[in-house]
């Protein structure tokens, strides 16, 4: 079976965080194979194409753009491969699209499996069935000095209607060992890199089987060893992780307060409807949002809460239960608001509803929010990215069907 002796991921600003694990796992076993991550396809294309196989990760949002590419790219004759939400989603149709090998769920095990020479006869990768051990693979690479937020934590046991996590990384949570989390520290500590930031779907949720129940002793213990091998500041709970309403409690948070640099907390509300929040299937109710604000503000953090905004079934009223709910907490509990316009992804529960769409009262509230300095976030550009999203999986099914 062939092998190859070049891997090239095709990079852009989003998929950076999937990129350096692979890289990692890749050279911690490989010496031989040269790793390269470009962003030209005219640079790709000055390297040969018999032993180069190109890797690519990313958004639906940029299925038409990454579609033309892979018509290039096989045109000149390279192997063609792909993994992330939108593929792990949509398999087949990536096939038929024209990679010539998908990757679904976690890519460790499989990207090695590929560059060994197996090949599974139905071309997809699955990493799905077969999950990894977050402990058996390095979260960062060394060799390429490629240093980025530790994964702590993969996998989430909820089901949020618009959320692909669930999907590529399974509702089983794996947290990394302490251990581990430590050396990785030890050794980013050792090229400077002295700020400390984890990548998790719950950071409360850490050490838990679940996920959710708040285990403040792991957390202690973890926060700690951190701090002991030389990080100078501690971000956690923050971007790029988030904290769900449930596991915000008093004891958790005094925990977090003596190691951390920070003096909020990122929350995952999403809405100030309790029907809406039921139609997300968030598995908790805005009154749990509050108690958690309240429990943040008596131990001296204030809180950025992420919301959504334009989902296609959402009425006026929804929305100005929503508005009223922030002008509460952001009087009450100081808090900022980080908003989002929804986006369809691919393999969730509400892939079919349609793009989000932003009505005047959305501009006119959260445009005067952003004026005051209280909200932030994408939530502009996400409203065309959620239309080129919608097109992005018709266009998966035009492509696949058209070939
Ligand atoms: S939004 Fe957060 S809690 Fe919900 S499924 Fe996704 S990762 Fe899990």
Redesign the pocket.
């Known amino acids: 079976m062939e092998k190859f002796r070049r891997l090239i991921f095709s990079t852009n600003k989003h998929n950076r965080y999937s990129i350096t694990p692979l890289v990692g796992a890749i050279l911690s076993k490989f010496h031989d194979i040269e790793i390269l991550e470009i962003k030209n396809l005219s640079e790709i294309t000055q390297y040969p194409v018999t032993d180069t196989a190109v890797a690519f990760s990313f958004m639906t949002f940029d299925v038409e753009n990454v579609a033309e590419e892979v018509k290039f790219l096989k045109e000149k004759g390279y192997t063609v491969i792909a993994g992330g939400p939108h593929v792990t989603a949509m398999p087949e149709d990536m096939l038929k699209m024209g990679f010539d090998y998908v990757f679904i769920g976690d890519g460790e095990e499989n990207i090695l499996e590929f560059l060994d020479g197996e090949r599974p006869e139905n071309r997809i990768f699955d990493g799905i069935s077969k999950r990894v051990n977050l402990n058996d693979f390095p979260p960062i690479c060394e060799k390429k000095r490629l240093f980025m937020p530790i994964e702590i934590t993969r996998g989430?046991p909820?089901?949020?209607g618009y959320?692909q996590?669930?999907r590529l990384a399974g509702k089983i949570v794996r947290h990394r060992s302490i251990e581990q989390i430590v050396e990785y520290e030890k050794i980013s500590v050792r090229y400077k890199k002295n700020v400390a930031r984890f990548i998790t779907?719950?950071a409360f949720g850490y050490g838990s089987k679940n996920g959710v129940t708040p285990k403040p002793e792991i957390v202690d213990e973890l926060l700690f060893k951190v701090k002991s091998v030389g990080v100078k500041e501690i971000y956690f709970g923050t971007f790029p992780s988030d904290v769900?309403p449930e596991s915000v409690t008093d004891e958790m948070v005094k925990v977090v307060k003596k190691y951390v640099d920070h003096d909020y907390v990122v929350l995952?509300a999403q809405s100030g409807s309790d029907r809406i929040l039921q139609i997300l299937r968030?598995g908790h109710n805005v009154e749990k949002i509050e108690e958690a604000l309240e429990i943040l503000a008596q131990n001296g953090f204030y809180a950025k809460v992420d919301f959504i905004f334009g989902f296609p079934f959402e009425t006026k009223e929804d929305v100005e239960i929503t508005f009223k709910f922030i002008e509460k907490i952001v009087q009450k509990y100081n808090a900022k608001i980080h908003a989002h316009t929804f986006m369809p992804l691919p393999g969730t529960p509400l892939s079919n509803v349609g793009p989000g769409v932003l009505k005047q009262y959305h501009y006119k509230f959260l445009g005067q929010l952003a004026s005051q300095g209280i909200l932030d976030g994408y939530w502009l550009k996400q409203e065309e990215l959620a239309k080129k999203a919608f097109r992005g999986i018709q266009n998966t099914r035009m492509f696949a069907s058209n070939s």
């Open positions: 989430c909820f089901d949020c959320c996590t669930p779907p719950n769900r995952g968030r």
